[in-house]
């Protein structure tokens, strides 16, 4: 097998499995994006974590719970296929923690409210299902059939957050407020989730070569963006955008130039909450260190058993 042959195989909408060869480049390729993938998942909890014990109803809370649950499972799954390229658990947590790996930028920005929750999953889960739904026909068949999987539980995640989202905008004016403030403060970033505007957008040729990726940075930030006006209009938000226009002629909304400083600022980890989030995961990962070492010694007692 070679690189020509490869890329046959690619074309041809053949899956590549962890046995098979592959170029080194798509494997450390894959690495990248799904290990920053599944540390955005896990990164992802903390946000949310933060409003579970102050949750408006036991209703709230037990949503909220589930959600977060399955957030850390989405992280598993995709430790797992990330694994499965020949990296350890280990090593990715390292390299999150030394900073050679990123996560999210979104996830970098404080949650100031309840409204936040909803915003979080309206927004930010929607965001995600456009980009995920979309990976779920990548190449790599570890990280497709992790998509499959993580996408049926996303749905859940973006319509608990437009329902807390439309029970707080027909809600008291300071309720309707409160949703308004929180639209106001995450749309933008939402929409930084789907990474730099492909002319500048390094990784994306090669991930558009290898079937990694299925579709372009912009094309999927333009569609989350089409399929989420309609639903703030009908529950009388504002969209903090004001060159949102629809374009009869393009079919799409025209809307207005996003702060790539900010972006890039965050991306490189001078966001709001960037230290605070690696701090708590470093503190959290050293008090679960117990845990591990049970794990191991329990899978080992186990093994000599079994021989
Ligand atoms: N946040 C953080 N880093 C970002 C970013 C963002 N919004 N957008 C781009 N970047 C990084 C890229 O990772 C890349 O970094 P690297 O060179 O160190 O790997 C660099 O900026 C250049 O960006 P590119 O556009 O060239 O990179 P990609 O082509 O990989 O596109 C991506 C970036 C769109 C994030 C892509 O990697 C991707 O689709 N990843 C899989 C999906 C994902 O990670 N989603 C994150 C959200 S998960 C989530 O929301 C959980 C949900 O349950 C709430």
Redesign the pocket.
Known sequence: MNDKLFQERIDAEKKIEPKDWMPEDYRK?LI???S??????VI?MQPEGNWISRAPSLRAKMILLAKVQ??AG?GLYLYSACETLGISREELVKQLHDG????????NYPTLSWADMGA?GWL??G??IV??V??QRTSYGPYARGMVK?CK??SF?QRQGYEIMAEMAKGTPEQKAMAQDALNRFWWPSI?????Q?S?????GN?MKWK??RQF?DE?RQNFIDQTVGQAEVIELIIPDKDLKWNQQREHYDFGEMDWVE??S??NGNGPCNKQRLDHHKKAHDEGEWVRNAAKAYAKKQELVAN
């Open positions: 390729h990248r994006q799904i920053q993938h599944a540390h955005s998942e992802g399955d957030e989405h050679k790996a990123k996560y999210s930028s979104i996830f979080i930010v889960d965001a995600a980009n995920q979309s990976l993580i539980e996303e995640h930084m989730m789907f990474g730099p492909d500048d957008s390094p990784r994306t991930a990694i990726k940075n999927l972006f890039w965050v991306v």
